[in-house]
């Protein structure tokens, strides 16, 4: 876990030429910090927990081939949802134009009964005038009988075997109609004729509109039918679509987060590569300086580190930190890094430490693991033979425990100090 930096100045006990060496490490660590901090300050969660590995290149390929496959679905589905909407609107048009023909035949089949309605109702009409035609005539025999004068004209119209027709026949068109009330016979059997005929067409209209309505009908249903089930097509496809298209926005997801977290796993190995590098070349260069004058005796005496009470101090404020998540080149308030975690600690006491895990290894006495109080850093690395490899830096609070910023994806908690693997050793803050 390799924090960002800052510059303190080491312990200078060796005069002038070793405090130019300490100046020009301070710059060259101060560039190694803006490198570290120009990472983005919030990371998306790629790892596991236990697995800090940045994402392989191959990840990123097999993610954005994803988003490739993705695409590909969800242009395929497009075009069917299209089709299917295409092949909808052209039922609805069907529809309409059926529709229309069923509301024209709907009237006038309404058209129709009303004309038999008509018809039957002028058909009774003719029938009653014809009987009422009847009854005046036989009045008029009647009247004719009694008055003496026998069966005239008009009782033998009504008397001939043949009828009305056959007494025509006998007498002269013009005298039957000179004589009284044969006209108005005439006229009512001619209304009856004539009801009639219209009768029978009011009913085979009917009829025939009916059998029209009935058809409309059910070429009604069935198109909205079809429309209905068409429409249920379009859904189910739509969203089939908007799954694809969540899916999709996914992998794009994935895959920016993928190339965003290499990217600065890549930049915070460069700038701890430099940083290392810098140390070396610092370390170097006192050598040099060392070799020049007599040996000198190291930075730090073993009782020269702080107190118990101030380890307590940085071990009891890191307890209050528990439950924050771990970000990249954080110290606070609201996450941190393993290095940043540590040293915003031991502020809480008074002692200054540098926010990088091979800087604050160099800022204090080594104590044994046997001899460790609360408040103690201990320290990992890849290689215990070699403190270059240090990446990670946690707070001693007792009884075999520690509280730490794992890595990416997990939150401040406490661990044994035996978790990470074993510790490559441990340093008492110097205050």
């Not at 008397?159 to 013009?174: E, I, T």
């Not at 990217?263 to 070799?291: H, K, P």
């Not at 908690?413 to 990470?420: E, H, L, N, T």
Request: charged share 15%.
């Amino acid at each position: 876990m390799l924090g960002g930096g800052g510059a303190r100045a080491l312990t200078n006990t060796r005069g002038h030429g070793r405090r130019r060496v300490q100046v020009g490490l301070r710059v060259i660590i101060a560039c190694g910090v803006l490198v570290v901090l120009s990472i983005p300050a919030t990371l998306p969660r790629w790892q596991l927990d236990g697995n800090p590995t940045p994402p392989s290149q191959a990840q990123i390929n097999a993610a954005e081939n994803k988003v490739r496959q993705q695409q590909a679905a969800l242009g395929a589905q497009q075009g069917k949802l299209s089709a299917s909407a295409a092949q909808l609107a052209q039922l609805q048009a069907q529809a309409e134009v059926l529709i229309e023909r069923y509301d024209k035949v709907l009237i006038d089949e309404q058209r129709a009964a009303a004309a038999y309605q008509v018809t039957e109702a002028k058909l009774k009409y003719a029938e009653q005038t014809e009987a009422a035609t009847k009854q005046r005539l036989a009045a008029l025999a009647a009247e004719e009988y009694e008055s003496g004068a026998g069966f005239g004209p008009m009782s033998a119209m009504l008397g001939n075997s043949s009828g009305p027709q056959g007494y025509l026949n006998q007498v002269g068109l013009g005298t039957v109609l000179a004589q009284a009330g044969t006209d108005v016979l005439a006229e009512a059997q001619a209304d009856d004729v004539v009801a009639k005929v219209f009768r029978t067409q009011a009913h085979e209209l009917l009829v025939a509109e009916q059998s029209d309505l009935r058809a409309a009908t059910a070429l009604k249903i069935a198109i909205q039918a079809a429309v209905a089930r068409q429409q249920a097509v379009v859904q189910v496809q739509a969203d089939q679509r908007d799954k694809l298209a969540s899916s999709l926005a996914s992998a794009k997801t994935q895959a920016a987060q993928l190339k965003a977290a290499r990217a600065a796993a890549l930049a915070a190995e460069a700038a701890a590569a430099a940083a290392r590098a810098a140390a070396a070349a610092a370390r170097a260069a006192a050598a040099a300086q060392s070799a020049e004058g007599p040996s000198q005796a190291p930075a730090w005496a073993y009782g020269s580190g702080a107190s118990a009470s101030q380890g307590d101090i940085a071990a009891n404020w890191a307890l209050t930190q528990l439950g924050k998540p771990y970000q990249w080149g954080a110290a606070g308030p609201d996450t941190y890094d393993c290095s940043g975690l540590t040293m915003v600690a031991w502020a809480q006491a008074g002692v200054q430490l540098l926010h990088y895990t091979g800087y604050q290894w160099e800022e204090g006495p080594h104590v044994p693991l046997n001899d460790l109080q609360r408040g103690d850093l201990l320290f990992y690395a890849t290689d215990n033979s070699d403190p270059a490899t240090i990446h990670h830096v946690g707070i001693y609070i007792g009884d075999g425990m520690m509280v730490d910023a794992p890595y990416t994806g997990a939150f401040v908690r406490i661990d044994s100090i035996y978790q990470p693997g074993d510790p490559i050793g441990a340093v008492r803050p110097a205050g």
